[in-house]
Every structure is written in C-alpha cells, then in structure tokens.
C-alpha cells in the first residue's frame, strides 16, 4: 500500500488572513493560531500533537507512526529538534526575506537576510547529517510523519525564493521521495498558496492587523 | 550494558528525564554529564556527544536525544502506569498539544533567567542590565497566564485528576527562575497549589534531590569553569541575549 493519506470527512476550513483573529474562532482555539481541530466538542492546537491525533483516530499506515518502539523514538526525535531547527530556522528566512518586505513595503538589509540564510544552513547540514543519512525517509525504507513535517517546513524558505534544494541533491532526492509518497498533485494543490506567496500585497491583509503582524514578526527576526 | 542516562541536573529537560525515570523505578545508570567542565573533564564515549548535549539515552547500541522523545521511549519500554500519557487518544492528544506549546512558549523565557542572573556573568564577568531580566520576566508572565486558562485551568494537573509528562516538564521548567530568585509562584495561588500536587505526585524527596542543584545555584559561582568553555561560550551567550 502507498503511503497516501487517508483524507478524514471533515469540513473544510478556509481561513483568510486574519480571520483566527475572530471570536468565532476563538472558541476553537483560545489560542488564535492555526491550525486547529475541532472534532466534536474536543478541540486541539499545535500541528504535531493534531497530526498525532489523526494517525491514532484513523489508524492511518503504521509507517507514519511506526508502531516498533526505536522507529517511533527517532520519529518522536525528529519532531522535537525541528521545532527550534529547520521549522524556527525555515520560518525565520522566510519571515525575514518576504513576510516583513511585504509588510512594510521595504526589504531588511541584506546582512539580515544573509544571517538567516547562513543559520538555515547550518540546520540543514544537520539534518542531513544527522537525521536523514543515507536513508531514502528520516525513519528508514518508509515516509513517516517526521518527513511529512520536514519537507513543509522547508517549503517556506523555498516560497520566499532560497533554492535549498538546488545546492543539495540528496535534499533534492528526498524531496522527490516524499512527494511521491504522499501524492504530487496532493502535494501541489497544499503548496500552491505559499508558492505564490510573492503575489500577496499589503493590502490584503486587514489594516488593523497589519500593524500587528509586523511588530511580531520584527520581534521574532531580532 | 543496561539503559544509561547522560544527564546534568542543572538542566530542565534532564531533571524532568530523572525525577521520570525514579518515580518509576526505572533501573538506569546515571551518566553525569557536568556541561560546564571542558572537554578535557568529559567521559563516555564520544560517539555520544561531542559536544556535551544532554540530556541523551543509550539503550544498548540504541542512542537517542530531546527529552520528549526520551520521556516517550521510557514510558512505552517500561510499560509505566496509564497517566503519564494516556491510552485514551484524546487526553493523550492534550499532553502532546501541552509538550508541544510549552517549547516554543514557558522554555522560550523560563531557561532565560538563570542564563541572565548567574550563568552569563559567571561566563562573562558582567552583571547583566535589568531591563533584559524585566523583558524576559514579561514574556514568561504572558505564558504563564496562558498556562493557567488554557491548561490548567480549574484541573488538579494539565490533563485532569492525574500528572502526566505535561505537568512534568512544565514544572522542572518553571523551577529554574524559583532557583536564581524569580519567585513565578509567590503571586500565582493556583499555580503553587498545582505544584505541591505534582511534588506530591512524584514524591517529594525525589523532587528535592532532583532540584537540589538548581535551587543552590550560589554554589555554582564557585566552581571551576574551563578557560577554554568560557572563552567559547561568552559570544554564543551575548547573542543569546539579543
């Protein structure tokens, strides 16, 4: 069997930029952010712990989260280093070289974005190293959640035009692997809004949070 | 060879490994890591961590790192009892969703202040300026107030009448600014209720013994500190601060 995802019945939620500022959605997440779930009355933030919740409720392939205890350590492994890593490292490139240009109508100075192009490197070379190896997926022969959360992290980066891949043909192979894996066009179809992230202006974004969003993401990029 | 734990009690993800394991009685030989001696002080082999990483677990020829995985592999290898992270899918889901905050939030701010009030002017000679103590104290007081109403809230523990990994790594955490005189439970009843519960749930000579390092942090300035560690260190904690 492929490692396709099982696609559960739910609802499907467009949130325009923005609105998980609502009360509406405060109710699903007291702490405004996405994503969130809602299955019920049970409501959860933060992605790996939904993304866990998922794999238990639908019993998805064991592959993604293997039931053999090391295969499922390392996974637990990956997904906890990530977070300061590849995502803190990813989301800061791409914060610092489209998302606050594209607030304040200017770019940071080039030493800013240089900085965290050179800090992305130097987790990438990690994860190389150190997680993927030799091995076509972070936990083996088989795609499991670690690489799921992996290759979308480092997409952000690539949306803001940092070619990672390029410079890395064993990245660039394992990419390949996992787009397979999970299915190209379904793989299109998530990234096609943050490809065209350079499209997005300004003045899509509601004024009043606008202001907002930049004092954070400058906060986040110091 | 059994389980071995490479842990410096000075850190929260190693005390949380430890106070886990013993609550337990996992059986483990415990690997004093001291982080703050020089390379030419360290032991085991260096295939474990060249650079002083801890906390790490080595089971056999089975070498893992990051605390949550650790606590993760423990509780499944040792079978330990259902509410440390629970079989049921939705209360275990609120422990990930907890571990999972509490990284980029509580151990965004609480590690802080013990880097700003003893370690960095240990590393650098310099007392550090109030307001970077200030800042940090704001931002971990903006997340302990999530804490309370998203997590907390009117619950003994985080996931209900009984501790899980959650309250564990959130209280380890929340035990290093108590250790250098930040206080983050003096104003907050609710809090300091649910810490004596979780004290009491571990066992509260284990959680002494386990904090006893941190809570002496005076002690600290006195030891010996490598040269060559401090001259390495000092920019890294500067930028740190940043």
């Not at chain 1, 238990?56 to 300061?84: C, I, M």
């Not at chain 2, 982080?35 to 906390?55: Q, R, T």
């Not at chain 2, 275990?92 to 509580?106: G, K, P, T």
């Amino acid at each position: 069997m492929s490692g396709r995802c099982v696609q559960p019945p739910t609802a499907e939620l467009r949130v325009p930029v923005g609105e998980h500022r609502t009360e509406e959605f405060r109710k699903v997440n007291v702490l405004m952010k996405v994503p969130a779930l809602r299955d019920g009355s049970f409501t959860l933030a933060e992605s790996v712990a939904i993304l866990m919740y998922l794999t238990r409720k639908f019993k998805t392939p064991d592959h993604w989260y293997p039931s053999d205890l090391q295969k499922q350590a390392r996974v637990d492994e990956y997904l906890s280093w990530q977070q300061a890593h590849i995502r803190g490292k990813g989301s800061k490139l791409f914060v610092t070289k489209m998302l606050i240009p594209i607030l304040t109508g200017q770019p940071l100075p080039p030493e800013k974005v240089e900085g965290a192009t050179e800090e992305l490197n130097v987790v990438l070379s990690q994860f190389e190293e150190k997680f993927l190896q030799d091995k076509p997926f972070i936990v083996g022969n088989d795609i499991s959640l670690a690489d799921l959360v992996a290759l979308v992290e480092l997409m952000q980066p690539v949306a803001a035009g940092y070619n990672l891949f390029e410079e890395r043909p064993k990245l660039a192979e394992w990419r390949r692997r996992v787009e397979e894996a999970v299915g190209k066009q379904l793989f299109q179809e998530a990234h096609e809004e943050i490809l065209n992230a350079k499209n997005v202006s300004a003045d899509k974004i509601a004024p009043e949070l606008r202001e907002h969003f930049k004092q954070q993401l400058l906060k986040q990029v110091n | 060879m059994g389980l071995e734990l490479y842990l410096d009690l000075l850190s929260q993800p190693c005390r949380s490994i430890y106070i886990f394991a013993r609550t337990n009685n996992i059986p483990f030989e415990f690997k004093h890591v001291e982080l703050f001696k020089g390379p030419s002080n360290s032991e085991g082999d260096g295939k474990i961590s060249l650079l002083k990483k801890v906390p790490v677990l080595k089971d056999g020829d089975f070498t893992l790192a990051e605390c949550t995985a650790i606590l993760l592999y423990l509780s499944r290898k040792y079978n330990t009892p259902d509410h440390w992270y629970p079989s049921d899918i939705k209360k275990r889901a609120q422990v990930d969703e907890y571990l999972s905050w509490h990284h980029a939030n509580i151990r965004a701010n609480a590690p802080k202040t013990m880097w700003i009030k003893v370690l960095i002017p240990l590393f650098t000679g310099q007392p550090q300026p109030s307001e970077k103590l200030q800042e940090v104290m704001e931002g971990l007081s903006t997340s302990l107030k999530q804490f309370e109403e998203r997590f907390l809230q009117d619950k003994a523990f985080i996931i209900g009448s009984e501790i899980s990994l959650a309250d564990l790594v959130a209280i380890v955490e929340l035990m290093q600014p108590v250790g250098v005189g930040c206080d983050i439970f003096e104003d907050r009843p609710r809090l300091m209720e649910w810490r004596r519960r979780v004290e009491e749930a571990v066992g509260k000579e284990l959680f002494f013994q386990a904090h006893e390092m941190i809570l002496n942090i005076k002690e600290l300035s006195n030891i010996q500190i490598d040269p060559q560690l401090k001259e390495h260190l000092a920019p890294v904690l500067m930028k740190m601060l940043k």
